[in-house]
């Protein structure tokens, strides 16, 4: 069974900044893209950032670019989201999800184009 686990989240202060790990587990991963959506209360999911499954090709939010990154390491079968200069427009719950489609050329920066998620973290940033 595919699992994904997402420690890292929590209570920062505008401008800190915090790492999000999602460790996959049940099958290796290094043939996918990867994703990280979040979702406010009474806000949509949004993506937030995408890694492709070889690492050469990324995509951001524009709301986030310039301030987070996303990165993957196939041997530990984890991928990270780098968060800096955190506002307080970054709170909510993030999740990871993994791409449905194996070796897509490039990122998908939509929801239903992954097909396994994980139970999301909750990041809140005080302003």
């Known amino acids: 069974q595919v699992q994904l686990v997402e420690p890292g989240g929590g209570l920062v202060q505008a401008g800190g900044s915090l790492r999000l790990s999602c460790a996959a587990s049940?099958?290796?991963?290094?043939?996918?893209?990867m994703g990280w959506f979040r979702q406010a209360p009474g806000k949509e999911r949004e993506f937030v950032a995408g890694?492709?499954?070889?690492?050469?090709?990324?995509a951001y939010a524009d709301s986030v670019k310039g301030r987070f990154t996303i990165s993957r390491d196939n041997s530990k079968n984890t991928f990270y989201l780098q968060m800096n200069s955190l506002k307080s427009e970054d709170t909510a719950v993030y999740y990871c999800a993994i791409d449905r489609k194996r070796q897509r050329i490039g990122v998908s920066l939509v929801w239903y184009e992954y097909s396994n998620w994980g139970q999301g973290t909750q990041v809140t940033v005080s302003s």
């Open positions: 890694i492709s499954w070889d690492g050469t090709s990324t």
């Open positions: 049940g099958r290796t991963f290094s043939s996918y893209a």
